[in-house]
């Protein structure tokens, strides 16, 4: 539940804003084409109050995040009331303003970034920053020509590139806008409806209740695409009710962990690297949704062979007769989230609107919906909760997104004036001696250290920006290496040692988060295993195309997934396990030799 200040007038200040940033979108969206260097800086200044000074936690905090909104803010607005004119300099700064107004937008993002997920992705922009400036210094093929101050720092903060660069039109256009549609589900009855559905279709099988959380989260992701969130919504009633049952602690939180994992990968919505990856490859979104569907289905796949394993070896019980729904709250509940569900794939896929365009009249469906409840009753105080809630976590998730997806664009926007990614790609093909594999082994290892410090999306952006040519170059499909990144990028959600998927988890349950990891692991082997296979078996991604040949592939690869999860888990002596792992990865990448 969001904290509101307790004085009536700030309280009132921030849910207008938060209504504002929410209608500004809407109306990108239904108005038509806005010029980019208005409506990215526009997008900027919404987010930085909520960004900086909405959680500030102390007085000081609070001050100096208003200071450095206000800022920010102005710098924005200038940008964008000047747009036309800018736009004739193609980025160059003119003056000592325009260089104020510059280093001022540059200081802005990364303070932002810092309150919002730490010091790592800031500190990677701002060395980002000094290699641009002070890279003509540095002997050797990483040193750079040099680049005039004047234009450097045009470049990203008053022309198209830079911070206003087509990552943050993504976070405009089409991230802000599935963000926006998730609250608002969010803050209606689908998230009970999405427990009742999973509760409904799996809480009489054997080890039921963790079953119950792989299918809710796997639902709840596919509109939250974040680990952490999906953890903390769904595990507040799945850990519970596991524990219930006696199933073990560090059962119980893995399966959270790795179920919430998973939304990130999961159609329809997935996370927000699934817009940015529309944007870098130019596939349609739609070409993304059926490209990762199958190896999401086989990552929920292998988790759910996992449990029955678990459930073997615990003997873990169904979750009782009484405490599952009634079929009426299944079929109400469900409404909440089918009803907007199906305006959005309707959109998408029956009229041929543009992704954020059905997503705009999905949100405007889930909004009306929020004047009803499960009971069917009409409670005016409790709508306006929920409308409350709702334009609320939009403008906070809204922002931390931007945040995020702001820094990331510096140091993008560095990698392409200096010519450094160039430098790097060159490098990792030294360094794998030309060969795909060791490309991809190396690419792996960068995404999995580069995520335990920064988000997915931009542990996804900055590997692939610098690794994805390399891995194009050695023949990799343009889709086929994001999705490899992409997945690899999702590890540090359950890999130590920073796992934060798995931290949530184990607090919330009382458990040693170490066990959970280890736990989690065993679980969620598909995470380390798919991308690889979606290399040797490229059929898999191809459903749109080629439908009877990725369902083959899906087979395949499904087959060595259960093999692997059977010796992981289900084999108690060393030779079975080996014999099944082994026979699981040699199915598994056999697409790659027949």
Not at 424 to 438: A, E, F, K, V
Not at 443 to 452: D, I, N, P
Request: proline share 5%.
């Amino acid at each position: 539940m969001i904290k509101l200040p307790e004085n009536r007038l700030a309280a009132g200040f921030w849910i207008a804003l938060a209504v504002a940033l929410v209608a500004y979108h809407l109306a990108l969206v239904f108005s038509g084409l806005v010029p980019n260097l208005v409506s990215r800086p526009l997008h900027m200044a919404f987010i930085l109050p909520f960004a900086l000074a909405f959680d500030a936690g102390t007085r000081l905090r609070r001050v100096t995040g208003i200071a450095f909104a206000v800022l920010g803010i102005a710098a924005a607005l200038w940008v964008a009331a000047n747009s036309d004119a800018l736009g004739d300099q193609y980025g160059f700064i003119e003056s000592n303003f325009q260089l104020a107004v510059a280093i001022t937008l540059l200081l802005v993002v990364l303070e932002t970034a810092r309150r919002a997920i730490g010091w790592p992705l800031p500190l990677v922009a701002a060395l980002a920053l000094l290699y641009g400036l002070f890279g003509q210094y540095i002997p050797g093929e990483f040193g750079h020509s040099g680049t005039p101050v004047e234009s450097f720092f045009g470049t990203l903060t008053i022309a198209e590139g830079g911070i206003w660069g087509t990552l943050t039109g993504v976070s405009v256009s089409v991230v802000a806008i599935f963000v926006i549609f998730g609250a608002v589900l969010n803050a209606g009855e689908a998230g009970q409806g999405f427990m009742n559905v999973a509760a409904a279709a799996a809480g009489r099988l054997k080890g039921g209740a963790a079953k119950v959380s792989v299918l809710s989260s796997a639902l709840f992701g596919s509109i939250s695409g974040s680990a952490s969130a999906n953890v903390a919504s769904t595990g507040a009633i799945t850990l519970p009710a596991m524990t219930k049952l006696g199933y073990p602690k560090r059962l119980a939180a893995a399966v959270e962990a790795v179920a919430s994992s998973g939304g990130q990968i999961m159609p329809p919505l997935m996370g927000a690297g699934a817009f940015v990856m529309v944007e870098l490859t130019g596939v349609p979104y739609t070409g993304i949704m059926a490209a990762a569907a199958l190896p999401a289905l086989l990552y929920f796949l292998a988790v759910w062979v996992g449990i029955n394993a678990y459930a073997r070896r615990f003997d873990l019980r169904s979750i009782d007769e009484a405490d599952r729904p009634a079929p009426r709250d299944v079929v109400i509940t469900s409404l909440f989230f089918l009803v907007p569900f199906t305006v959005l794939l309707w959109g998408m896929f029956g009229t041929g609107f543009t992704p954020e365009y059905s997503a705009a009249m999905a949100i405007l469906a889930a909004a009306l919906l929020l004047l009803f409840n499960a009971e069917l009753t009409f409670r005016p105080r409790r709508i306006v909760e929920r409308a409350t809630s709702a334009v609320l976590n939009a403008a906070r998730q809204v922002s931390m997104i931007a945040a995020i997806i702001l820094c990331a664009s510096i140091i993008i926007g560095v990698l392409s004036i200096t010519g450094l990614g160039v430098k790097i790609t060159s490098l990792i093909l030294q360094g794998s001696g030309g060969l795909l594999w060791p490309s991809l082994l190396l690419t792996a290892l960068a995404c999995l250290v580069l995520g335990m410090e920064v988000p997915t999306t931009a542990a996804y952006v900055i590997c692939v920006s610098v690794a994805g040519p390399a891995l194009i170059e050695l023949g990799l499909a343009p889709l086929q290496a994001h999705l490899f990144v992409f997945w690899f990028a999702l590890l540090s959600t359950i890999t130590p040692p920073v796992c934060g998927a798995v931290f949530i988890a184990a607090g919330m349950i009382g458990e040693s988060w170490l066990k959970v990891a280890l736990t989690a692991m065993a679980l969620g082997v598909g995470l380390y295993v798919i991308p690889l296979g979606m290399i040797a078996n490229p059929d898999m991604i191809g459903l749109a195309e080629a439908p009877m040949a990725a369902l083959a592939a899906f087979g395949r690869v499904a087959i060595g997934l259960t093999l692997l999860s059977a010796g992981l888990i289900g084999a108690r002596r060393p030779l079975p396990t080996a014999a099944l792992c082994v026979s699981g990865i040699a199915v598994v990448f056999s697409g790659q030799w027949f």
